[in-house]
């Protein structure tokens, strides 16, 4: 006769008995029931917990039978086990933990995976008052040798395979090392019997590894299959993966570090001798990688960011005074200069920062000087000159600001990187050759003489996203943006005060008269592909309209600046597309202002949002040619309609095609066409037709 298991038993005669439902001030166990597979649980006991008594009992299998449990005796202290009470706000926290050590029930380097249990036991926990039981938490436990739980992770060091060819973590399940992870069945430690456990419970999707999900046109995967006699010939024969190449190129150390490089692992190769290749990092003598502060896709800041060759970057960070550390040694840095044994040492000037409250927010009065003041730099400015693949110079401008050694607040600090020919002057750079480049500056100029301004701008709010503390940015092509700040106004303000000074924030975004319209169209001659920017006045600049007399109210208040930049596709350079700007025009938005009262209307400063907003519009070189009747009858031949393009099964062959140039496209489909008759002739279907 088969008797019933233990635990399930038990558990149907205490819920029998009624022990499980809270009897005296709705004391119960949270959760009742608790299957243990590690080496300490919890569970909190809720209710009225007054002169309640907690004990743990280590219930023994009789026959297949459990004992009925009893409660009056207090016993924390169990073989293996122990129990701890800890008083919280209407609860207690009861805490069971295994004595034994875990290492105890792991099998040595040699033996097999176990497969049954090690630990198999029955725990009660029970709270009563005197004699009466009020409350029962029962504990399953089974502990399998060598699971995850059972075996320390080894501290040293993991070697990260290179991210753009290979997966990172191709078993995410896997977290343990040299100890098998359940249901983890991509783990390579876990045995074949121990794996055949869980098998029919195994993580699914890429959290147990499959990060490289086959498709159908796979070459391994069809051949199993029904497929046509020629897709031998278009099938894919590859290692794909969706997550290949999206991560960071370069190499980032993890923690907040205040040197200037970070050294390379012992393994990593440094080719900096033979010269630096656009993207390389920048070498020190040290072996160790020149950094500067940077902001990763999720917009944290990496202090130890590797300075990648001839990529600019101009990045803010956020940080707290109380938590910044000085960047020091920029001025006994040796970066390698991409030249067997040649080095660059930077040049570096100091500049005294004039406003604080540009780069200082939320800073606390201090009602004691302390002790000597610090320098903090607010703002770093790199300038990397190159030539060929070598670096030829280095300029560094700091700028930095005195503050008190306590003083608390938050700063945003700026780096830039910026790197130029080593023949260029100080002349503007170039925002691409001939047609502009996605991501670079706008180029304009004024004829006026009145200032050197050489692009068109945006605010950078900072701080209180006050007017007065905003700084500009520049307008970079292809990039729609909407920015603004707020002007302080107050409710008795003269509403032609406050149309003019609007209307002058808003023009000093724009402080050009011409916009070039390619991106290498020369300063010096008006002639070389210069646009007069269309400007649409603001309307309400002069006398404030009749209905406008009541105080805390101006019509017609300029608060917005559109700026469309008109653009097209000017034609192609080896391959390249090349798009140059056709107009520029600027008009007024305008709105009611009204002073915004709470409970009572005070004289006080209101904020009044003022904004701009780009919007890069793409003209049409040419009329798109009407669509025939057989493309709108036929929509199943349609590229932009459907999966397969069929039209471009030739497209190497067609206008569209710019990879290379037309005649290698004609002989190399050529020579594939040759090697398909080729192929036919070879067949066994022609050869049976001939011997025939």
Request: aromatic letters at 8%.
């Amino acid at each position: 006769m088969r008797l019933s298991p233990p635990v399930p038993l038990l558990l149907g005669l205490l819920l029998l008995q009624g022990v499980l439902r809270p009897l005296r001030g709705d004391l119960v166990f949270i959760p009742s029931v608790i299957r243990m597979s590690g080496s300490v649980v919890s569970a909190s006991l809720v209710g009225g917990t007054e002169d309640v008594t907690v004990s743990l009992t280590q219930l023994r299998d009789e026959m297949g039978l459990l004992p009925v449990p009893t409660c009056g005796e207090l016993n924390n202290e169990t073989g293996d086990w122990s129990l701890t009470v800890t008083p919280t706000v209407n609860s207690l926290e009861v805490t069971v933990r295994l004595k034994r050590d875990m290492q105890s029930c792991s099998s040595n380097g040699t033996d097999p995976f176990l497969e049954a249990p090690c630990i198999v036991q029955a725990l009660l926990v029970s709270a009563f008052h005197n004699t009466s039981c009020l409350a029962h938490l029962l504990i399953h436990v089974e502990i399998y040798a060598n699971s995850s739980l059972g075996e320390n992770a080894s501290e040293n060091v993991t070697v990260v395979p290179n991210q753009v060819y290979q997966p990172l973590g191709p078993c995410p399940c896997n977290l343990t090392a040299g100890a098998c992870d359940i249901r983890c069945c991509c783990d390579q430690e876990c045995s074949s019997d121990l794996t055949a456990l869980f098998r029919e419970s195994c993580f699914p999707g890429v959290f147990g590894g499959d990060v490289n999900p086959p498709f159908d046109q796979l070459c391994s995967i069809q051949m199993s299959h029904g497929v046509p006699d020629w897709f031998p010939f278009l099938c894919v024969q590859l290692a794909n993966s969706p997550f290949l190449g999206y991560f960071y190129h370069g190499s980032i150390s993890s923690g907040h570090q205040v040197s200037f490089g970070i050294y390379l692992h012992t393994d990593l190769k440094d080719f900096s001798d033979f010269g630096y290749k656009q993207g390389d990092p920048v070498m020190t003598v040290d072996k160790a990688y020149f950094t500067i502060p940077q902001v990763s896709l999720a917009g944290q800041c990496l202090y130890n960011a590797p300075v990648a060759f001839l990529q600019n970057f101009d990045v803010q960070c956020v940080t707290s005074l109380e938590e910044y550390l000085e960047r020091d040694g920029i001025t006994s840095a040796k970066i390698k200069n991409g030249a067997m044994g040649g080095i660059v040492t930077p040049k570096v000037i100091y500049e005294e920062a004039t406003d604080l409250d540009r780069f200082i927010t939320n800073t606390e009065t201090l009602l004691s000087t302390g002790p000597a003041p610090r320098n903090v730099n607010v703002e770093e400015h790199y300038i990397f000159r190159w030539n060929n693949n070598t670096i030829s110079e280095i300029n560094v401008r700091i700028i930095r600001a005195e503050i008190n050694a306590q003083q608390k607040g938050i700063m945003t600090q700026r780096f830039t990187v910026k790197f130029l020919s080593y023949n260029s002057g100080n002349e503007q750079e170039w925002s691409g050759n001939p047609g502009y480049q996605l991501g670079k500056p706008v180029r304009a100029l004024s004829t006026n003489g009145t200032n050197n301004v050489t692009t068109l701008h945006l605010w950078y709010p900072a701080g209180g996203s006050l007017c007065s503390t905003a700084t500009r940015k520049p307008i970079l092509f292809g990039e729609n943006v909407l920015s603004g700040c707020l002007l302080e106004v107050g409710i008795n303000e003269n509403c032609t005060k406050l149309r003019e000074n609007a209307v002058e924030l808003l023009d000093s975004l724009v402080q050009v008269t011409h916009v070039a319209m390619r991106g290498n169209s020369d300063y010096n001659d008006l002639s070389d592909g210069w646009l007069e920017i269309i400007r649409v006045d603001a309307l309400g600049a002069g006398a404030d309209p009749p209905d406008s007399n009541v105080s805390g109210i101006c019509l017609d208040v300029p608060a917005q600046l559109n700026i469309r930049i008109l653009f097209s596709d000017a034609g192609a350079v080896e391959g390249m597309t090349q798009q140059e700007i056709l107009g520029v025009e600027t008009r007024f938005s305008s709105v009611t202002w009204q002073f915004q009262c709470g409970l009572t209307c005070e004289d006080k400063a209101d904020l009044f949002p003022i904004g701009a907003s780009v919007q890069f519009i793409k003209i049409p070189a040419q009329l798109p040619h009407p669509l025939t009747r057989f493309q709108i009858n036929f929509t199943e031949y349609d590229c932009n309609r459907n999966e397969v393009c069929w039209p471009q099964l030739l497209y190497p062959l067609t206008q569209y095609y710019r990879g290379e140039p037309y005649s290698q496209c004609v002989a190399k489909s050529l020579l594939l066409v040759s090697f398909i008759i080729l192929a036919v002739f070879l067949s066994n279907p022609w050869i049976r037709i001939h011997k025939a």
